[in-house]
């Protein structure tokens, strides 16, 4: 069977022995593990002690994770077995040193994938990268402030009226996509700034493509307006949402979070939730804005076209 190994790092301002706390006591694991927080319902079994945990869920799977040694403050070692949707096991190490004043920690995971799997290897590697790293940031959140700012809704099926938008298309490697899009805003904003009548819904962010092993994420920040202004910057397209049923689920914390949802709904789309629409790509709206607004309640709704 095909081996993989997946690791990740981060840098987190809060003593050794408070982050130790947060990985080895795995009570604290429901508060920041990055599969947890997909299906809130999931049902989540912690041992007396603090050193095992069982779990079971529609989406999730099935699986249990037991602690096999720790050194306090440097390292703890898990055993994990995932019993649905497949068997499978891995070895779980979670390294801790300072670094710079910080706490430095990195998650391993050495895995096998089942034989008729073997073509997914990069593919799982890059999708449990991402997970690791969603972990490891709302791990940096809990362990810092004792609270992980993000909270999915989910919505539900609703109705997306449509639009017509302005906007800039561009593809970035997915590490960039925050800083790219904040400046692919600020230029839409100081274009529109004396065309505010012309504004008709918040603004939205399309996702068209995701190449999850090359890292790279191909989008469009747009702003819906009621008719294309005049005039448009070099750079600057147009197009159109048609009307369409949607699925929307809403992120309430930070956008380092937003990752939570769309993991979210990529895990629905696979247990048949929902159908996705495929010719109509799924899109983010920010209900209020980052220049006014704490980052802790920052609102956005990811919603995916479904039929």
């Not at 790092?9 to 429901?30: E, F, G, M, R, T």
């Not at 390292?75 to 995932?82: A, E, G, K």
């Not at 999708?127 to 919505?155: I, P």
Request: proline share 6%; net charge negative; hydrophobic share 40%.
């Amino acid at each position: 069977m095909p081996k993989f190994h997946v690791e990740k790092s981060i840098l987190i301002d809060a003593p050794l022995s408070k982050v130790y706390k947060c990985i080895s006591d795995l009570n604290h694991w429901n508060k920041w593990s990055p599969w947890l927080v997909l299906e809130p319902e999931a049902r989540f079994k912690v041992a007396e002690d603090g050193k095992s945990y069982s779990w079971e869920g529609d989406r999730v799977g099935s699986g249990e994770m037991k602690i096999l040694s720790e050194e306090e403050n440097q390292s703890v070692d898990f055993d994990l077995h995932f019993l649905k949707p497949w068997k499978s096991q891995a070895d779980i190490r979670f390294e801790l040193s300072e670094e710079a004043g910080k706490s430095k920690v990195t998650w391993f995971m050495d895995s096998k994938l089942p034989f008729f799997l073997f073509f997914m290897k990069k593919m799982m590697v890059a999708m449990l990268g991402m997970d690791f790293d969603r972990g490891l940031k709302m791990l940096q959140d809990y362990a810092k402030e004792d609270q992980v700012y993000s909270h999915l809704d989910f919505k539900g099926e609703t109705n997306y009226p449509g639009c017509t938008y302005i906007g800039i298309t561009r593809g970035v490697a997915m590490d960039d996509m925050g800083q790219s899009m904040e400046k692919d805003f600020g230029t839409l904003m100081e274009f529109m700034a004396d065309k505010t009548d012309k504004i008709s819904n918040e603004p939205i962010s399309i996702y068209h493509k995701w190449e999850l092993v090359k890292g790279i994420a191909n989008y469009t920040a747009a702003i819906p307006v009621s008719e294309v202004p005049d005039g448009l910057p070099v750079g600057v397209v147009t197009g159109k949402i048609p009307e369409t049923k949607i699925y929307k689920l809403r992120h309430t914390g930070k956008y380092d979070h937003l990752g939570n949802p769309w993991s979210a709904m990529m895990m629905m789309q696979r247990a048949k939730v929902f159908k996705q629409k495929k010719d109509i790509h799924p899109f983010e709206s920010y209900v209020n804005s980052p220049a006014d607004t704490d980052p802790k309640q920052l609102i956005a709704d990811v919603n995916f076209p479904i039929k």
